[in-house]
C-alpha cells in the first residue's frame, strides 16, 4: 500500500490509504473492470498511483498504466517494480504512446470529467484498441453528483448527463451495456456458495482491499432456502440480492450521527484546548503572585530594618541630646564656674 506522505492525497486523485467511501468507490471498479481482463493486453489510463494496474495485472497478461502527472507516474514505478506485467508510463491521455489496435481492454475510471478534449480522449481510446476490443469507462452523473447535491468539485472541468456521455461514446464504441454505482449502505443476500450464480461479488476489506473473496464472510444471519424435493430448489437457482436504499435513509442517518459525534469530538477537543490553555494562564498568574508576594516581604522587611534603623537613631540622638542636657545643666551651677580656673589647669574635672 502506498505511503501518503509519498504521493499525498489532494482531492484530484485517490490515493490507497485515504479514508472514506472514497476508496470503496475506486477499489470497487478496478475489481469490477478485472472480469474482462484475464489474460488480456490492458491499458490503464489516468492510472494515478497505479494501484488499480497493479490489480489488473493479477489477472491481465499485460498492463499499461498512462498517466499525465510525471509525480503520479514515477511513485508508480517505484512502489509497484515487483509487478513484472505492469508498466507505467507519464504521457496526456490524448497521446497515448501505443501502436494502433494493440490493447484488448481499455479502462478509464474518472478521467473524461478532468478534461476538455473529451471527444479526442475518446478517439484516442478507440484508435489504440482492437476491433474487438472492450472499453471499461467510468464518469460521474452530473444531474446526481452535482446538481441535486448542489456540489461542485474543483478538479473538474466538464461533466456529463446521461445523454452526452451516450452521444460521446455511441459514435466510437455503438454497442454498450450501461451500469450504475452507488456507494451507499444496502442489505446484502448472498449465496454461501457463489459457483454459477451469475453474478459477482467481491468481498475485501480497508486494509487489503487487493485481495478480494467472492464470498460473503461474517453474515449477520443465517437465511435458508429448504425443501424435501431438490428439484423445487432447482426450480430457482443461487442468486444474489441487493437491496438498495432509494431515499438513502440509512446513510443519511449514520451520516447525522457521524457529524453529530465528529462535532462534538471537535467541541471536546476544543474545550480541552481552551481549559489548558486557561490552566497555562492561571499557571502564569500564579507565579506571578508568587514573585509578588516575595517582592513584597522583601519591601516588608526592608521597612521593617529602616524602621529598626530609624528607632535605633532617634535613641542614639536622644541618648546624645540627654548628654548634652545633661552637661549644661551641670555647667549652670555656681560650683561649676568656681572649678572652671582648676578645670582649665587640668587640675579638675
Known sequence: MAALNDLPFTGERFVPGTTGEIWVEHWHRYHFAARWAAGKRVLDVACGEGYGTALLARHAAQVTGVDVSPDAIGHAQREYAGVANARFVQASCTAIPLPDASIDVAVSFETLEHIAEQEAFLDELARVLVPGGVLVLSCPNKLEYTDRRNFANEFHVKELYREELAALVAPRFPHAQWYGQRPTFYSLIAPERMDGAGAQLVEVDEARPAEASAQLSAALYFMIVASRDPAALAATPPALSVLADRGDWVRQDYEKVYRLLTHTAKDRDDYVKLVSKHVETLTGLEEQIA???????????????????AQAQAALHEAALAEKQREVDRRRGWRWWLKLPLIRLGLMK
Do not use: D, G, M, V
Not at 299 to 309: D, F, I, K, S
Open 291 to 309: 514573585n509578588l508576594r516575595t517582592a513584597i516581604q522583601l519591601q516588608e522587611q526592608a521597612l521593617a530594618a529602616r524602621e529598626a534603623l
